[in-house]
């Protein structure tokens, strides 16, 4: 069964600019988190998505967001980037049972810099 | 802003040695996980304890969790180069929005 994938693995952008980061869960799996890691502020929540609708939303501005298609895989935009948008992008995906035990599977992540 | 705080925020040990983290926390929680990340790459998921236990063994692994100090601590034993990585503490109240620890970056020396 293939991991949750993320791309691009890297990517450099410019102040001001806007940007779309991808991931697509393991097959089956109908929850999709976003995390945001820097040295600085260590892993943040951004967002949880599940049957398309964003279902759990961190302290993040409104220039973050995010969606989810029919088919689960996820996409987050963060638009006018700014210099401490710089970081690591983590995608994670899980099954979404109705057992609040769950655990989470994580993708290798997008590195993200803005010059 | 986090809710965890780890400790030590670094350990370095040697090969065969065991290797204790801990971890606190601030409100009440449904669970607590600890993840594993290697250089800076996606979290691999260790262990997961309900509020309701108190200890859970996994392999090489023992978590202990403390819900009246609001604390718990992960053992590695017989510690290998290869557990050499950064380690995580993970509390939800519930669904999946984790709140993270701070972290411990573990060196296993040969």
């Known amino acids: 069964k293939a991991g949750v994938t993320q791309t691009p693995r890297y990517l450099i952008k410019t102040r001001g600019q806007q940007v779309t980061l991808s991931c697509s869960p393991i097959s089956g799996h109908r929850s999709v988190s976003w995390y945001q890691q820097t040295p600085g502020q260590g892993l943040q929540f951004l967002f949880e998505y599940f049957s398309e609708t964003q279902r759990n939303k961190g302290n993040f501005p409104g220039r973050f967001s995010g969606r989810q298609f029919s088919n689960s895989r996820s996409e987050m935009n963060v638009s006018t980037l700014e210099l401490g948008d710089s970081a690591l992008y983590l995608c994670?995906?899980?099954?979404?049972?109705?057992?609040?035990?769950?655990?989470?599977?994580f993708g290798s992540g997008t590195q993200l810099s803005v010059l | 802003s986090q809710q965890g705080e780890e400790d030590p925020q670094a350990l370095s040990i040697q090969e065969g040695e065991n290797a204790t983290m801990n971890c606190s926390y601030k409100?009440?929680?449904?669970?607590l996980q600890w993840y594993r990340q290697n250089s800076g790459r996606g979290l691999v998921h260790l262990i997961l304890i309900r509020s309701n236990e108190r200890e859970k063994h996994s392999g090489r692994l023992r978590v202990t969790l403390d819900t009246s100090k609001k604390s718990s601590s992960l053992l590695i034993t017989a510690s290998r180069a290869a557990d050499t990585a950064s380690y995580f503490c993970?509390?939800?109240?519930?669904?999946?929005?984790?709140?993270f620890g701070t972290g411990t970056q573990l060196k296993v020396e040969l």
């Open positions: 993970a509390t939800t109240g519930g669904g999946n929005k984790l709140t």
């Open positions: 409100t009440s929680i449904n669970n």
């Open positions: 994670a995906s899980s099954l979404a049972t109705w057992d609040a035990n769950e655990k989470l599977f």
